[in-house]
């Protein structure tokens, strides 16, 4: 522009190093590694240790199972269906994907908050011996 002077080279790159760069946080959401959810019978635990009206996650098998209040279970793989990240927080009946902050309901599995769209994928779920045991639906 006549009349400015030209930035110096300190100036630019100072410029650059605090302007977002477009696409940058796509990578973000880009999934590397994607959880997986149970892909056979998992052994969850005993059955009492999901009271009625309550949820339990099971962590390490990326599963939540919740009883109504008439006694039923259901179960949910708690891979989120955004990103594919594997959800380790459960408060109440809400479960909380820290990758990008969708919520799950965990007793139906639907979504309560984007980015997420899918709701959870519902698995089959029954008691042998008085343990919990959820697997895929067929």
């Known amino acids: 522009m006549p ?5 110096s080279r300190r100036a ?10 477009a696409g940058a946080g796509l990578a973000a959401c880009s999934p590397g590694k994607q959880a997986e959810g149970p892909t056979g019978p998992v052994e969850l635990g005993a059955e009492s240790e999901v009271a009625p ?5 099971y962590r390490d098998q990326n599963v939540v199972v919740s009883r109504d209040a008439g ?7 708690t891979i989120c269906t955004h990103a594919g990240c594997a959800i380790s927080k459960l408060d109440g009946t809400t479960l909380t994907c ?6 799950f309901d965990a007793t139906n599995g639907k979504v309560l908050q984007a980015p997420a769209s899918v709701p959870l994928k519902k698995l089959s779920v029954q008691v042998k011996n008085g343990r919990i045991v959820a697997s895929p639906e067929a």
């Open 98 to 103: 820290f990758c990008h902050g969708s919520e």
């Open 3 to 7: 009349g400015r002077p030209a930035p």
């Open 53 to 57: 009206g309550s949820s339990k996650l």
């Open 71 to 77: 006694g039923t279970l259901t179960a949910y793989s």
């Open 12 to 21: 630019l790159l100072k410029t650059a190093a605090v302007t977002p760069v």
